[in-house]
């Protein structure tokens, strides 16, 4: 994949996660008042939690691919190991989805506190 694709990928997903934490709430809208610095205060939490849970995905896919990958080559240089590799693999690959289960729900925390 090219690095235009995916910048362009990249920044819709970001736009995905941004989009709704920035709405403003149903009581701001009806009263027609101007927001407050809170809700910018809110909004700025919202945003860098969204952009927080985007960026621990990615990393998370990265990190899974970079382990698969290697676990790959390593089978296809000395097969008779495969299990101990394919073990290992799986072991990482569950702590790596771990950590990243954490990090979003410390993302979600801060999103709705």
Known sequence: ???????????????????????????????????TTAGALEYGLNLGSAFGAGLVIIGAAYGISRIGAAAVESMSRQPEVAGNIQTAMIISAALIEGATFFALIVCMLFNYR
């Open 1 to 35: 994949m090219s690095k235009p694709v995916k910048l362009a990928l990249f920044l819709f997903f970001c736009g995905g996660f941004v989009v709704p934490a920035g709405a403003e709430d149903a009581e701001i809208a009806n009263a027609g008042a101007a927001p």
